[in-house]
T-cell receptor
Framework: GENVEQHPSTLSVQEGDSAVIKCTYS??????FPWYKQELGKRPQLIID?????GEKKDQRIAVTLNKTAKHFSLHITETQPEDSAVYFC?????????????FGKGITLSVRP | KAGVTQTPRYLIKTRGQQVTLSCSPI?????VSWYQQTPGQGLQFLFE???????NKGNFPGRFSGRQFSNSRSEMNVSTLELGDSALYLC?????????????FGPGTRLTVL
């Protein structure tokens, strides 16, 4: 099955700086890569996703890039704000599960210092 | 539309007991997935149901089971509870019948096994 690794496990940035979170996946047949944000005590919320036929997608301060050759994808947050502090999870669809199953990374805790 | 709902929100059980958790998907969504979230392992896939059929299954023992009803509501059951089953159990619903699609998470059920 699919294996997703996320690094680093924690990241601290100064407010206004950019943050980049990277994930790698193992199965080249995976074709869907969502990112979720989970604030303390709340449910994971989708913030952006990308499909394998696209190399980059942007939504205001958030962007995701996908490198299919290297099998990695990254989340970019620009002009970080304290409310961006949360745990961020990347995921990849699992081809063994007909792509309707998601395999998640272990999450990264992003802290934005005011 | 109302979001994904889960009941109960909190449960305390003792070892050896069994528990049933419930998930109501977003109206019109026919796929329901279940995940176990723990601090050490992150989000781990339990199973996915679509049109009352289990379509995908994760690597959990047979004590973990689920079902889906004709109205797409889903339940999961854990029998013979162990201390290690203490976790946040999240369900997520999605619309697409085939392939990957955005999964919307419920608030989760916090299970504590004593």
């Amino acid at each position: 099955g699919e294996n997703v690794e996320q690094h680093p496990s924690t990241l601290s940035v100064q407010e206004g700086d950019s943050a980049v979170i990277k994930c790698t996946y193992s199965d080249s047949a995976s074709n869907y890569f969502p990112w979720y944000k989970q604030e303390l005590g709340k449910r994971p919320q989708l913030i952006i996703d990308i499909r394998s036929n696209v190399g980059e997608k942007k939504d205001q301060r958030i962007a995701v890039t996908l490198n299919k050759t290297a099998k990695h994808f990254s989340l970019h947050i620009t002009e970080t704000q304290p409310e961006d502090s949360a745990v961020y999870f990347c995921a990849a669809s699992d081809p063994a599960g007909a792509n309707s199953k998601l395999t998640f990374g272990k999450g990264i805790t992003l802290s934005v210092r005011p | 539309k109302a979001g994904v709902t889960q009941t109960p929100r909190y449960l305390i059980k003792t070892r050896g007991q069994q528990v049933t958790l419930s998930c109501s998907p977003i109206s019109g969504h026919r796929s329901v997935s279940w995940y176990q979230q723990t601090p050490g392992q992150g989000l781990q896939f339990l199973f996915e149901y679509f049109s009352e059929t289990q379509r995908n299954k994760g690597n959990f023992p047979g004590r973990f089971s689920g079902r889906q009803f004709s109205n797409s509501r889903s339940e999961m059951n854990v029998s013979t509870l162990e201390l290690g089953d203490s976790a946040l159990y999240l369900c997520a619903s999605s619309l697409a019948p085939v392939g990957p699609d955005t999964q919307y998470f419920g608030p989760g059920t916090r299970l504590t096994v004593l």
